[in-house]
């Protein structure tokens, strides 16, 4: 009975004290929603941009874009120049291995040319009679006139083949030739490109 009596004491000692509290709280959130009411009027409207303002950013915005458009131009000239650089460069390294190659094959043609040269200058003593005589005193034969004329057809048609090479091989070197001047020429003008490409690029493109 005493417990149920102190929890009825507590109870109605707690709803007297919200009683007491809850028009003090309301008048504080009431007092904090008046001050903020009262701050939001006080404050002053956010000014809206004039005509005149607008265009004058809008004319920044432009300068700013025709800035960076320019900017990038001379970054892409910049880069051509080197893109140039290295296009003659190659031009260049390919023009020299071509010179290279030709000189090769005009060395294959002395080496051939020397060697059927020697042949040739073999064949030119043995075509003369006495000596195709000589060639075929130890051999016995029936025919030896024949033997004679077959050795001699034998000898010229050789001659002959000899002979179409060797022209070949000079028309050849006479080409080659000429294609080793026109490279060397064009590695001239080459250099020459290349040197107004650097100095046009500056000191760091080397």
């Known amino acids: 009975m005493q417990n149920n009596g102190c929890?009825?004491?507590?109870?109605?000692?707690?709803?007297?004290?919200?009683?007491?509290?809850?028009?003090?709280?309301?008048?504080?959130?009431?007092?904090?929603?008046a001050i903020?009411?009262?701050?939001?009027?006080?404050?002053?409207a956010p000014a809206q941009a004039s005509p005149n303002d607008e265009i004058d950013q809008l004319r920044k915005l432009v300068r700013?874009?025709?800035?960076?458009?320019?900017?990038?131009?001379?970054?892409?000239?910049?880069?051509e120049k080197y893109r140039q650089i290295d296009y003659l460069r190659d031009l260049l390294v390919k023009e020299e291995q071509r010179i290279e190659t030709l000189q090769k094959e005009l060395l294959d043609i002395g080496t051939r040319e020397a060697a059927l040269q020697k042949r040739l200058d073999?064949?030119?003593?043995?075509?003369?009679?006495?000596?195709?005589?000589?060639?075929?005193?130890?051999?016995?034969?029936?025919?030896?006139?024949?033997?004679?004329?077959?050795?001699?057809?034998?000898?010229?048609?050789?001659?002959r083949r000899i002979q179409t090479q060797l022209?070949?091989?000079?028309?050849?070197?006479?080409?080659?030739?000429?294609?080793?001047?026109?490279?060397?020429?064009?590695?001239g003008t080459i250099r020459q490109r290349l040197r107004e490409a650097v100095r046009a690029a500056g000191p760091n493109a080397n």
């Open 7 to 33: 929890r009825s004491a507590i109870s109605t000692a707690g709803a007297y004290k919200f009683l007491v509290l809850a028009p003090l709280v309301w008048g504080v959130i009431q007092g904090s929603t």
């Open 36 to 44: 903020a009411q009262q701050r939001v009027k006080n404050e002053p």
């Open 64 to 79: 700013q874009l025709n800035a960076e458009v320019a900017k990038l131009r001379a970054e892409n000239a910049r880069l």
């Open 122 to 159: 073999e064949i030119e003593p043995q075509l003369r009679p006495d000596r195709i005589q000589q060639s075929l005193a130890g051999v016995g034969s029936m025919r030896p006139e024949q033997e004679r004329e077959s050795l001699e057809t034998q000898l010229a048609n050789e001659k």
């Open 167 to 187: 022209d070949q091989l000079r028309q050849n070197r006479s080409r080659i030739i000429a294609a080793i001047s026109t490279a060397e020429a064009s590695i």
